[in-house]
């Protein structure tokens, strides 16, 4: 009986062998799919480098001028770190050596901050300028944090103007220390756990494709803080800079 067995029509073990096929065939377009993905982004980080305006090594170099000039500023007043004082010059350097790009830099305009929450860590931050591949914005908080970088999928670049910053990789047992002058280089890809001291004000550059960034940045709004308020001057401030960019051609 069993030499003479054939298969017949909504025969049990034909349909589940029909649903195989069909599931394999599933399973082999989202491949693809998910393949010309990859491509798709491998292909767009060989390319975003032509539209940055700066660069890391004359970013540190601004930073470090600034810090001198408002050292010197200080020697006037109070002894100490002025951080209002250390701000305005940086970005009056800024403006000064790229006065190509569009800038924000009414930083005294309380409306113009934002709050931010991503991994567990909570800052403050004004954007100094924000397009599709590069952003620099002023963050930091007077009350101090600790929390998750983030993986990104940009280059970040965060040069220390107050304060101290430490953070370490898993496996690390050690920490490594920032101080104001010093720059952390996070690397793409690259997570580590961070604390930012009382009043730490960093200038943070970051460059990649920076939309790819923001789902880091508002998932603790969604799902913890729900403040959305914060949200929607986020996305307007933001929006309003990347928009204001690319009607400039800048991408
Ligand atoms: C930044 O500039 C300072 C002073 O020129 C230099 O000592 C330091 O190594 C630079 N840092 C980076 C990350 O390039
Ligand atoms: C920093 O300097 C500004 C401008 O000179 C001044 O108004 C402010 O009071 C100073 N802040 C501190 C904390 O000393």
Redo the contacts with the bound molecule.
Sequence with gaps: MVDSYKPRKGDKSTSSSQSETSALRRWGIRAIILALIVGLYQWANTINDRFYRLT??EL??T??HSLRLASELNKNGDSGTNSTIIISTLIDQLVERHPEMSWSTDFKNKRDWVFNNAGGAMGSMYILHASITEYIIIFGSAVGTEGHSGRHTADD?FHILTGQQTAYEAGDLTREIYNP???H?MKRGVVKQYVAAPETWALEYARGWIPLMLPFGFADTLFSTLDLITLYHTVRITGKEMIKNLLIGKI
């Design positions: 890391p090594e540190n170099e930073v470090q670049y002058g010093d720059v280089h």
